[in-house]
């Protein structure tokens, strides 16, 4: 059992070139020095790994600050608060934050911190279907796509917690038919069979772009992208006029710092789209909303949700390596 009055924490070793793998990690354990007047410490009960976090791995420039060797790496956590100095928070609440792969978070109430309120539902959807990737579905469906009931809805990585959660989303709101795009026979199963999805095109499979072209043989209103320029490319001749793409993640593109960008923008011309993206914290105000909103339907069992459990803060690096195989089928949580 870990020493619970030692902070463990996952560092940057070096920059990362190319795809991640475990040995670019560093566990680092050091004492937890006692608590400053307005601190609290949480002890984290589980932590996310996301594939965002690679863009901050290297030395190049990212929606945000690239981490520098000894820092902590990114994730999204739940915990407890085991010790407290601040009247915000109070020991034994269960609170969201961003405290990285770190066996405990201290703070002074600052950055990402969201009370996690009563409910029957498990504390881990709080950094899944509850929590950012949730959110980024629902708020990329909702503001940057302004989705209508009847819309023809595509979505690339659909079997990752954001493209799962934004198809059932889609077909919770009316959609008139959600498109997934994802790799490998199982996966297409479980989206069609259990998410609820209308369709499912493998990229893995031969024929993919006929099958594709077929699938959205109707148009596309909404392209949820979680993928990157290529797959935008390839989507392009596919929307119907005045249709708008979500650019959520760049997965494919993480790794390649020199990946070809989108050749096809004649389209927006042509078909007048609209492109944005979305970094999820601009709608942190509306979270509590939303995220009532998904606990019903994950209660009525009308979303459905894949969880890939890792237990102990030691398999955080693996975890996180696997994002980038295609191994990964659903949201990766760290039980720490």
């Keep these: 059992m870990a020493d619970a009055s030692m902070l463990r924490r996952w560092t940057l070793a070096e920059p990362i070139v190319g795809v991640p793998r475990p040995e670019d990690f560093r566990l680092q354990e050091e004492p937890i020095a006692p608590l400053e007047e307005g601190e609290a410490l949480f002890a984290t009960q589980f932590v996310s790994v996301d594939p965002g976090t690679r863009s901050r791995l290297s030395a190049g420039p990212s929606y945000a600050a690239a981490l520098r060797p000894g820092e902590t790496i990114d994730g999204f956590c739940v915990g407890i608060v085991a010790d407290s100095r601040n009247p915000k928070f109070v020991v034994g609440e269960a609170w969201a934050y961003g405290g990285g792969w770190a066996s405990h978070h201290r703070t002074k109430g600052r950055g990402y911190l969201q009370k996690i309120p009563a409910s029957d539902l498990p504390l881990s959807l709080w950094i899944g279907v509850l929590g950012v990737p949730g959110m980024?579905?629902?708020?990329?469906?909702?503001?940057?796509?302004?989705?209508?009931?009847?819309?023809?809805?595509?979505?690339?990585?659909?079997?990752?917690?954001?493209?799962?959660?934004?198809?059932?989303?889609?077909?919770?709101?009316?959609?008139?038919?959600?498109?997934?795009?994802?790799?490998?026979?199982?996966?297409?199963?479980?989206?069609?069979?259990?998410?609820?999805?209308?369709?499912?095109?493998?990229?893995?499979?031969?024929?993919?772009?006929?099958?594709?072209?077929?699938?959205?043989?109707?148009?596309?209103?909404?392209?949820?992208?979680?993928?990157?320029?290529?797959?935008?490319?390839?989507?392009?001749?596919?929307?119907?006029?005045?249709?708008?793409?979500?650019?959520?993640?760049?997965?494919?593109?993480?790794?390649?710092?020199?990946?070809?960008?989108?050749?096809?923008?004649?389209?927006?011309?042509?078909?007048?789209?609209?492109?944005?993206?979305?970094?999820?914290?601009?709608?942190?105000?509306?979270f509590p909303e939303a995220q009532a909103e998904t606990a019903t339907l994950i209660q009525s069992g009308s979303l459905k949700l894949r969880e890939q459990r890792f237990e102990g803060l030691e398999q955080a690096p693996a975890a996180f390596c696997g994002l980038f195989t295609g191994e990964a089928f659903g949201r990766r949580i760290i039980a720490v």
């Design 136 to 286: 980024t579905a629902y708020f990329g469906l909702k503001r940057i796509a302004g989705f209508k009931p009847g819309e023809r809805v595509l979505i690339s990585s659909a079997a990752g917690p954001v493209g799962a959660t934004a198809g059932q989303l889609a077909k919770a709101w009316g959609a008139g038919r959600v498109i997934g795009i994802a790799g490998g026979p199982e996966k297409a199963r479980w989206l069609t069979q259990e998410a609820g999805f209308d369709a499912v095109v493998d990229y893995t499979a031969a024929g993919f772009e006929a099958a594709l072209t077929e699938a959205c043989a109707d148009g596309v209103d909404v392209f949820f992208d979680n993928v990157g320029a290529a797959m935008i490319d390839r989507v392009l001749p596919l929307m119907k006029p005045f249709g708008r793409i979500v650019v959520s993640g760049q997965v494919a593109e993480y790794n390649d710092p020199n990946a070809p960008g989108m050749q096809g923008l004649r389209w927006f011309i042509a078909k007048r789209l609209r492109m944005e993206g979305i970094v999820v914290f601009d709608d942190l105000k509306a």
